[in-house]
């Protein structure tokens, strides 16, 4: 077994940056896929000598790969789950990181007339009433557990399911590129969507609701529950996201647009 | 895959006096309720040519085959005499070369023979001179011609040494020269001591080549009898028909 | 909806300015896949020589499994490679988790049953052919399989590109395992997926036809040098 492992160590030798200590950060998506880590991580990289590595999946299955010990830290974005997390002992502490919001993103022509309402709850009310199609995650992501959340009390999605709401069980890539296919509304955060590139007539319908509020978390792992993790670093990281790297945050842009609002201090 | 090496079927003890010749005592094979061989008798003489004549679908081939231990019979017994017990050589009816060199077919059998490393070059050399292949070595083996590809196949039988050599109808394609050749091929392999066996329907060449002649007919020996006599008196009454062309299958 | 020419000057862009980028992600790719194919190779042939050569009790249990392991989704090998190399699993102390050597292994499980598996078939064709003829010549089982690997090795390419072709182009075991992580486990397949998710569909298609132009050229390659091969050296 140690010579297969160390052949095939070094079939697959990593193309190593450096020799630097490895931090594992298992993530939320939209975090990786708006660019936020290519603007950050060589500044906090350089600034730490870490090779900071991202492994971007939906934050349920983030958590869950977390919590079999498969990573070092996480940033998420769904605030109960990640104090369930921590409350467990797989996470030493959870501290707010950044923000942004949720925005809910349709067709131009807005058959629902999502575009009039001056709420989350009413927009999705009408998506409802009319029946028009929802695409929704379905994957137990941060966003998907939102969007549970936002549904409660106004209909019964999970009896829909299948009807007019759609449950993609995928990304939010893969859910936005339904979501135009298909002409369907879906919520989305606004960093995911800004920085995607398929949005056909698709627009934001409605934005700007307090319930819309979406906070992004960090956890570093508990070494008391994962003896492997690379403890240190992740405090390392944590520590830097924290302090120094929320100017990083709040300077990433695109098109003049800020995604991310850093908030660890409140 | 079935094991190939029992060449006396079914295994026999050590007889108290090891014939001189092969014998084969009421071999009978079927398949699908069908007897291909029927009680086969029959003692070939030690040495020289004998060759095995009979119409299409005689059983002739399936004889070799039963004789070379690729296939069991159901019943009766081929009795090699001990010295040649594993020293036999079969080039089939289709041989089948390798996708190889000329040369590397030999090496090939040579290595299958358990030859020793060293001795295989100075054999496939003196091989391909017998077979009068040496300027083809190098060529695919695939690619010779029909009378090229019958002469590496028999060559090739007679890498390890056979002292029982078996050749079904080694010449039916081949032109008068292709087949003068392995004609010659053969008179200089009895001449070196080693028995033959040849399927062939060609009476000039039992004629040219032969010293007794088997005739099967039915999956049965009909008769076996020294080569001039057969052809002048064959004895039995489906030798006769064979031979004027009047065997009604 | 992006259209196809757009894509094919995206290919065409990225292969002209030789990106560096993407030479790293096609030169991981073909590290990953070819390191697979070769294991699954040293695996996969043997055992379909023995499949093709060798009787034995299960033999054809075993060949109805290797063949229906071909169709194994990727993503479902993933996920077991995935659990078993987890810190938390059987074999996490290797830490081979989200690094190449993790998508090797899942790479060679999904390959290993299609390259046994097409080997067998062609190898119990060939034995068809030699059976007799070697056997008279006295080979045993260890020269039938080795002769037939040997002679069979024209056609055993074909199976080779094919596991070749099954392994540059799954998606589901290398995320899974990989992590698709920038610079260290990133490879064509898992930036398509990436590229996908972003909704850029161009820059997506547009590395897809370049994974479809090296499988075309490393497909040529193979094939050519094969024929070429074949053709000298056997018939
Ligand atoms: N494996 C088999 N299963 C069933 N029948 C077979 C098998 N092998 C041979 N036979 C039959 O046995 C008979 C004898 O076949 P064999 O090949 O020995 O004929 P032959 O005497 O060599 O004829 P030919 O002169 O045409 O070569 C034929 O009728 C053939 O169809
Ligand atoms: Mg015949």
Not at chain 1, 78 to 84: F, G, H, I, N, Y
Request: hydrophobic share 50%; charged share 15%; proline share 5%.
């Amino acid at each position: 077994m140690s010579i297969l492992r160390a052949a095939l160590l070094t079939l697959a030798a990593t193309p190593a940056l450096a020799n630097d200590p490895v931090v594992l950060v298992q993530s939320t998506t939209s975090t990786q896929n708006s660019g936020l880590y290519a603007h950050i991580l060589p500044v906090a990289s350089e600034a730490l000598g870490l090779d900071i590595r991202v492994v971007a999946v939906g934050t349920g299955q983030a958590l869950g790969n977390a919590q079999r010990c498969d990573g070092d830290m996480l940033i998420t974005h769904a605030r109960a789950a990640e104090e369930a997390f921590v409350a467990a002992g797989y996470g030493t502490a959870r501290h707010d990181l950044m923000y942004n919001d949720f925005v809910i993103v349709g067709p131009s022509d807005d058959p629902a007339g999502v575009a009039g309402a001056d709420s989350a709850t009413e927009a999705l009310s009408r998506i409802a009433a009319a029946e028009s199609p929802f695409a929704s995650r379905g994957d137990d992501s941060g966003t998907h557990q939102k969007e549970l959340n936002l549904w409660d009390g106004i209909a019964d999605v999970a009896a829909a399911s299948g009807g007019w709401y759609r449950e993609t069980g995928s990304g939010m890539g893969a859910t936005l590129n339904l979501a135009v296919g298909m002409g369907a509304y879906t919520l989305t955060d606004r960093a995911t969507w800004l920085a995607f590139e398929n949005r056909g007539d698709h627009v934001i319908l409605n934005q700007g609701d307090p319930a819309l509020f979406n906070q992004y978390g960090v956890i570093p792992v508990n070494p008391a529950h994962c003896p492997n993790v690379n403890a240190e670093g992740a405090r390392a990281f944590t520590d830097w996201l924290l302090e120094d790297g929320q100017a990083v945050i709040a300077g990433f842009m695109l098109d003049g647009e800020q995604l991310f609002f850093p908030n660890a201090g409140d | 895959m079935p094991d190939p090496t029992p060449r006396v079927i079914p295994f026999q003890p050590p007889r108290p006096a090891d014939p001189p010749a092969l014998r084969i005592e009421g071999l009978c094979l079927s398949r699908s309720g069908a007897a291909l061989l029927n009680g086969v008798e029959m003692t070939l003489s030690p040495g020289g040519v004998t060759a095995l004549l009979g119409p299409n679908g005689a059983g002739k081939s399936l004889l070799l085959r039963v004789i070379a231990g690729l296939i069991a019979p159901d019943a009766g017994r081929v009795i090699v005499p001990r010295a040649m017990q594993g020293r036999i050589g079969l080039v089939l009816q289709r041989p089948v070369l390798l996708r190889r060199s000329v040369a590397a077919n030999l090496r090939h059998a040579l290595a299958l023979a358990r030859v020793p490393r060293r001795h295989r070059a100075p054999r496939v050399g003196e091989l391909l001179a017998l077979g009068n292949l040496e300027a083809l070595a190098d060529r695919p083996a695939r690619r010779l011609s029909g009378g090229e590809q019958q002469r590496l196949a028999i060559i090739r039988a007679l890498a390890a040494n056979p002292l029982l050599l078996m050749l079904d109808e080694p010449t039916a394609h081949l032109d008068p020269q292709a087949t003068h050749a392995i004609e010659a091929l053969v008179a200089r392999v009895t001449e070196g001591g080693t028995k033959v066996i040849l399927v062939t329907h060609d009476t000039g060449q039992v004629q040219r080549l032969a010293d007794e002649v088997a005739f099967l007919h039915q999956g049965r020996c009909h008769e076996i009898a020294g080569k001039s006599a057969f052809l002048t008196h064959p004895e039995s009454a489906a030798a006769r028909a064979y031979l004027t062309g009047k065997l009604l299958l | 909806m992006p259209t196809l020419s757009d894509s094919f000057l995206t290919a065409l862009g990225l292969i002209v300015s030789g990106d560096a980028d993407l030479i790293e992600i096609v030169a991981l790719s073909l590290r990953v896949s070819l390191t697979a194919v070769l294991l699954a190779a040293l695996i996969g042939l043997p055992l379909g020589a023995v499949l093709a050569v060798v009787r034995f009790p299960g033999r054809g249990l075993l060949i109805v499994v290797v063949n229906a392991l071909m169709g194994l989704p990727p993503v479902v090998v993933g996920l077991v490679v995935y659990l078993t190399f987890s810190a938390s699993g059987p074999l996490g102390v290797l830490e081979f988790l989200y690094t190449p050597a993790a998508m090797i292994v899942a790479q060679t499980v999904l390959v290993t049953p299609i390259i046994a598996a097409l080997a067998r078939s062609t190898l119990a064709d060939l034995l068809g052919e030699y059976d007799e003829t070697l056997r008279v010549l006295g080979a045993n089982r260890f020269d039938v399989v080795a002769t037939l690997l040997w002679d069979g090795r024209f056609s055993l390419a074909t199976a080779l590109l094919a596991g070749l072709g099954r392994a540059l182009a799954e998606v589901g075991a290398v995320m899974l395992v990989g992590g698709n992580i920038d610079h260290v486990t990133r490879v064509m397949t898992t930036a398509i997926a990436l590229e996908t998710s972003r909704g850029a569909l161009p820059l997506a298609l547009g590395l897809g036809i370049v994974l479809l132009l090296i499988t075309l050229v490393l497909n040529a390659v193979v094939l050519g040098v094969r024929n070429r091969m074949e053709a000298h050296a056997h018939a």
